[in-house]
């Protein structure tokens, strides 16, 4: 593999004074809901016991971020030499004393083994104190041991060593001096946050670019919280990018607002190609079009707008609930504004499963597209598609 081989799909900004760990929730935002939580893994800033609490009481089981070991200095004996018994409450010394621990109200705790040290032969190897040995229990001492116990797993440290290094390599690819190194190029945290970014999403589409089935990029803004965040400075200068690039912009168009960014970014970036996906979702089986039938006739103004016609089934409990008749007049008025030259088949495969499934919701489609000429069908099954895409495929 390649420094340019694997994906960044988030960055953020912090302070340059917090701790390294402080970029875990924004780094994982988007992963808060998910049923199915991601591996995490990170070097040592992130193997403290705060953070992997954190990361435990969110949900994510498998978490691969190495806890420094507790060595002594010049060579004595570290924590790591004594055995820990939070179930005893005891701890251990290499010379085989036992003292019990005394934890304190925030559940920390200290064992001191002044009573044993003063004849122990073991004691210049373990303590220079004259109060003798003293060993700190953290309040997660639990969570600490239980990190320290997987990572001795050669499983565990297979994965480990065979990740990291491609992680430090993409940091390295990223931070690279053409983009002015590790140093911030600008001034206040927001713009800092907004030039990362950039120079993530730049790095990222200078790798796919080079990928022979890279054909465009589709963000699914409808289930982000903000609905106007296509609209944000640190998006629209990764769209900039895509319109230098000549890479289309899939736009999972499902509110009345995401449909009124559309002329915004047409004005913004008037060379980006910039696909509707589903004709925005309109109202399956209702009388009332609006406010969808004139967004979309404003958004077909732009001549560098297109539309995928797929996924037109109800939202809701019963996604079941629709005719061909009722998606007909849908589909015909969306050749009205567009023409079929600018409008494609999409299959919404694996959607459209729950809506009757890949046979009948494509069927319907198929059935409603004779309603046209040879050329315009063709253009509807696949000439626009190529075209757009830059597939260089003939259409069926």
């Given at each position: 593999m390649g420094p340019g081989s694997e994906i960044i799909d988030e960055v953020t900004v912090t302070a340059g004074n917090v701790h390294d760990a402080a970029a875990v929730d924004d780094l994982l935002a988007g992963h808060a809901d998910d049923e199915h939580k991601p591996t995490v893994m990170g070097d040592c800033a992130y193997g403290n016991a705060d953070t992997l609490a954190k990361l435990a009481d969110a949900g994510y089981d498998d978490v691969k971020a190495r806890v420094a070991p507790a060595r002594g200095r010049d060579g004595r004996y570290g924590k790591d030499d004594f055995d820990v018994d939070l179930h005893a409450s005891t701890v251990t010394c290499p010379a085989g004393h036992v003292v019990d621990i005394r934890f304190g109200k925030d559940g920390s705790g200290r064992a001191g083994f002044d009573g044993h040290c003063g004849g122990c032969p073991l004691r210049a190897a373990c303590t220079t104190s004259t109060d003798g040995r003293t060993v700190t229990v953290h309040p997660r001492e639990a969570v600490l041991q239980a990190h320290k116990a997987a990572q001795a797993d050669p499983a565990w440290q297979d994965a480990y060593t065979g990740t990291r290094p491609k992680v430090e390599r993409k940091i390295a690819h990223y931070v690279r001096v053409a983009w002015g190194g590790r140093k911030a190029r600008v001034r206040g945290k927001e713009r800092v946050a907004t030039d990362v970014d950039t120079r993530a999403a730049a790095v990222m589409l200078e790798e796919l670019l080079a990928r022979e089935h890279f054909v465009g990029v589709r963000n699914l803004i409808?289930?982000?919280?903000?609905?106007?965040?296509?609209?944000?400075?640190?998006?629209?200068?990764?769209?900039?990018?895509?319109?230098?690039?000549?890479?289309?912009?899939?736009?999972?168009?499902?509110?009345?607002?995401?449909?009124?960014?559309?002329?915004?970014?047409?004005?913004?970036?008037?060379?980006?190609?910039?696909?509707?996906?589903?004709?925005?979702?309109?109202?399956?089986?209702?009388?009332?079009?609006?406010?969808?039938?004139?967004?979309?006739?404003?958004?077909?103004?732009?001549?560098?707008?297109?539309?995928?016609?797929?996924?037109?089934?109800?939202?809701?409990?019963?996604?079941?609930?629709?005719?061909?008749?009722?998606?007909?007049?849908?589909?015909?008025?969306?050749?009205?504004?567009?023409?079929?030259?600018?409008?494609?088949?999409?299959?919404?495969?694996?959607?459209?499963?729950?809506?009757?499934?890949?046979?009948?919701?494509?069927?319907?489609?198929?059935?409603?597209?004779?309603?046209?000429?040879?050329?315009?069908?063709?253009?509807?099954?696949?000439?626009?598609?190529?075209?757009?895409?830059?597939?260089?495929?003939?259409?069926?």
């Open positions: 409808h289930v982000r919280p903000d609905a106007d965040w296509v609209l944000s400075a640190t998006v629209d200068t990764s769209l900039g990018l895509l319109e230098h690039a000549e890479i289309p912009f899939d736009l999972v168009s499902v509110l009345p607002r995401h449909l009124e960014h559309v002329a915004v970014l047409c004005e913004r970036h008037p060379g980006l190609r910039i696909v509707i996906d589903h004709l925005s979702k309109p109202p399956i089986g209702r009388s009332d079009r609006e406010p969808w039938a004139s967004l979309l006739a404003q958004a077909a103004e732009f001549p560098n707008v297109y539309a995928k016609v797929s996924g037109l089934y109800p939202g809701g409990d019963d996604p079941r609930r629709w005719s061909v008749e009722d998606i007909r007049p849908i589909v015909h008025y969306a050749v009205e504004l567009f023409g079929t030259e600018r409008l494609m088949f999409g299959s919404d495969w694996p959607i459209c499963e729950v809506a009757g499934g890949y046979g009948a919701v494509v069927g319907a489609l198929f059935d409603i597209f004779e309603d046209f000429a040879g050329p315009e069908r063709a253009a509807l099954l696949g000439g626009t598609a190529s075209s757009v895409y830059g597939l260089g495929v003939q259409a069926p």
